[in-house]
């Protein structure tokens, strides 16, 4: 067996590819378990759909981390951006991150994300342009916030903590990059 058949045969079958997957089907299926046993949940086929796509959305950035980072950094970089856009989007979807989850201000937070994805694709996930395209999420958080306490949401109260832990989610991911960059670079 060459070389490449022999590295493609090792990471398709990976252990933590498994395990992986796994963890991520079992918490697609957590809920429908849970409704069984309990009338405080109750999700609906839509449900379902949303956290089937984020869950997949999940997976797919660790399989893109694990195949395309070129070193540890880069990879934690991708996972860590990964996670940060899932956590948004899912809390989001959820309970928002302010005011409630029907609130215009939180599609922000949404788009802020859709926007570094495509973003990331022409980029490739290298990671000199994703160490920028990090940072400006991390800014981007604050923006937000300041636009809703501003102009959007007058009166209503930012919830800055929780501003502050996401900006510290994309702030690590571009430190990560950062870091990845400037191995390339020696």
């Given at each position: 067996?060459?070389?490449?058949?022999?590295?493609?045969?090792?990471?398709?079958?990976?252990?933590?590819?498994?395990?992986?997957?796994?963890?991520?089907?079992?918490?697609?299926?957590?809920?429908?378990?849970?409704?069984?046993?309990?009338?405080?949940?109750?999700?609906?086929?839509?449900?379902?759909?949303?956290?089937?796509?984020?869950?997949?959305?999940?997976?797919?950035?660790?399989?893109?981390?694990?195949?395309?980072?070129?070193?540890?950094?880069?990879?934690?970089?991708?996972?860590?951006?990964?996670?940060?856009g899932f956590l948004t989007?899912?809390?989001?979807?959820?309970?928002?991150?302010?005011?409630?989850?029907?609130?215009?201000?939180?599609?922000?937070?949404?788009?802020?994300?859709?926007?570094?994805?495509?973003?990331?694709?022409?980029?490739?996930?290298?990671?000199?342009?994703?160490?920028?395209?990090?940072?400006?999420?991390?800014?981007?958080?604050?923006?937000?916030?300041?636009?809703?306490?501003?102009?959007?949401?007058?009166?209503?109260?930012?919830?800055?903590?929780?501003?502050?832990?996401?900006?510290?989610?994309?702030?690590?991911?571009?430190?990560?990059?950062?870091?990845?960059?400037?191995?390339?670079?020696?």
């Amino acid at each position: 067996m060459d070389d490449v058949t022999e590295t493609t045969h090792k990471t398709a079958w990976n252990g933590w590819r498994i395990t992986g997957w796994s963890v991520l089907f079992a918490l697609f299926f957590l809920p429908a378990i849970a409704m069984r046993y309990s009338t405080e949940i109750n999700w609906t086929i839509s449900d379902f759909l949303f956290a089937a796509i984020l869950l997949s959305a999940l997976g797919i950035g660790a399989e893109i981390a694990v195949r395309v980072g070129r070193n540890a950094p880069h990879r934690m970089g991708i996972a860590i951006g990964a996670l940060g856009g899932f956590l948004t989007v899912w809390i989001n979807g959820a309970v928002g991150m302010l005011g409630s989850e029907n609130e215009p201000t939180n599609l922000a937070f949404i788009a802020l994300v859709g926007i570094a994805v495509v973003a990331s694709f022409p980029a490739w996930f290298r990671p000199g342009p994703m160490r920028l395209i990090a940072a400006a999420l991390a800014i981007g958080q604050f923006l937000v916030g300041i636009a809703a306490g501003l102009w959007t949401m007058p009166g209503h109260a930012v919830e800055w903590g929780v501003l502050a832990f996401f900006a510290a989610i994309w702030s690590a991911s571009a430190a990560c990059f950062h870091a990845a960059w400037k191995r390339e670079r020696t």
